[in-house]
């Protein structure tokens, strides 16, 4: 390819990109403020002065624009995450703060951030890939946790079957089907996750 079509080719993607972000820019805070399913792509399309049919020329269909704005939430998540296992200290003391980091997380969205929380609601119901993709990851970062344990001599266990049962152990206060009961029921949710981390820690510990 010519200098001159790689300059324009990459003018245009970057022009393509900027419009992306800022259509999800306003889908997110409406989605944030009024919730997914109240949003319209005519709301979006408005507060942008543009027609429904030039979003579409940025994303193929809705359910792209509500995958694109669950990939930002959960990337946060993520983020998290991946500060955690990178941190200083005892493998033990990294899935500790991990669990709890995450519960957390979940439990504050569905207390404060209820539109967000029905998002990922709807995101876990329909299984969308985004959310297998999450669960994969999160796993990964588990598994890196463990292994720093294993090297250290504080777990001795298979780091890939240890990572995945952890995660299968999580579920309960992670999952936003599961939380969203607990809180309705009255559940103590952290004393639920307190004792589940320290059946844990227990299973693996070398």
């Known amino acids: 390819m010519c200098p001159t079509r790689r300059a324009l080719r990459t003018r245009t993607e970057t022009h393509t990109d900027l419009w992306r972000e800022r259509i999800l820019d306003v889908a997110e805070e409406h989605f944030r403020r009024i919730g997914y399913k109240k949003t319209?792509?005519?709301?979006?399309?408005?507060?942008?002065?543009?027609?429904s049919a030039n979003i579409y020329r940025f994303f193929p269909s809705r359910a792209a624009i509500n995958t694109a704005i669950c990939g930002r939430i959960i990337g946060q998540t993520m983020r998290s995450a991946a500060s955690i296992a990178q941190m200083e200290g005892p493998a033990y003391e990294k899935l500790v703060e991990l669990f709890n980091q995450l519960h957390r997380e979940r439990k504050n969205t569905f207390l404060h951030e209820k539109p967000v929380h029905d998002l990922v609601v709807a995101a876990t119901a329909q299984n969308w890939a985004i959310i297998g993709a999450h669960n994969k990851h999160l796993v990964a970062i588990i598994e890196a946790i463990v292994n720093d344990g294993i090297d250290t001599g504080a777990f001795r266990v298979d780091a890939a079957k240890a990572a995945r049962s952890l995660m299968n152990a999580l579920m309960p206060f992670?999952?936003?089907?599961?939380?969203?009961?607990?809180?309705?029921?009255?559940?103590?949710?952290?004393?639920?996750?307190?004792?589940?981390?320290?059946?844990?820690?227990?299973?693996?510990?070398?």
């Open 174 to 206: 992670y999952h936003p089907v599961l939380i969203e009961q607990g809180v309705r029921d009255g559940v103590d949710t952290e004393e639920g996750l307190r004792d589940q981390i320290h059946f844990i820690l227990k299973a693996i510990d070398a």
């Open 40 to 51: 319209s792509v005519a709301d979006i399309a408005s507060h942008l002065g543009m027609s």
